[in-house]
């Protein structure tokens, strides 16, 4: 009868039967990066490098490959205003150059393929696979 958190008020339609339908909803989206992370080893065990450090609005950092697999870059704005960033791995060790993108919840960097002016909408995650 009483729930240990207040019920949203949207509740009807905003809960994970809803959001099963839609494949761009939140749910479906931690669905997706949580396959990934078991998938791919990188995830787990490659060794993390903090990127950008100087960054207030922007989350960066990339995880280098193991079994033979490639690094995996990951940005993540936290900022209501678009972020525009270059990712340099120069640093970590990591000398491939291109990237292509894993996920994101921007459509518009489905197709990056260059760690160089990666433009993050409001709010927007980006993963990329180092080539």
């Known amino acids: ?12 339609t905003v809960n994970v039967k ?3 339908g839609q494949p761009d909803s939140l749910l ?4 997706r990066l949580i396959a ?9 065990d490659g060794n ?7 960054s207030r609005s922007v989350l960066s ?11 995996i870059v990951v940005a ?7 972020q525009t960033i270059t990712l340099d791995l120069k640093d970590t060790g990591i000398k491939a150059t291109t990237v292509r993108t894993l996920m994101t919840s921007d459509p518009s960097l489905e197709k990056t ?13 980006w993963i990329g696979s180092v080539r």
């Open 1 to 12: 009868d009483k729930t240990w958190l207040p019920v949203a008020s949207d509740y009807r």
């Open 18 to 20: 809803a959001e099963e």
């Open 28 to 31: 479906n989206w931690y669905k």
């Open 36 to 44: 990934m992370r078991r998938t791919d080893p990188t995830l787990r």
């Open 48 to 54: 993390q490098h903090m990127l950008d450090q100087d």
């Open 61 to 71: 950092y990339v995880r280098e490959g193991v079994d033979g697999r490639p690094s």
């Open 76 to 82: 993540l704005n936290f900022t209501a205003q678009p």
């Open 113 to 125: 393929n260059s760690l160089d002016k990666i433009v993050l909408a409001p709010f927007a995650s």
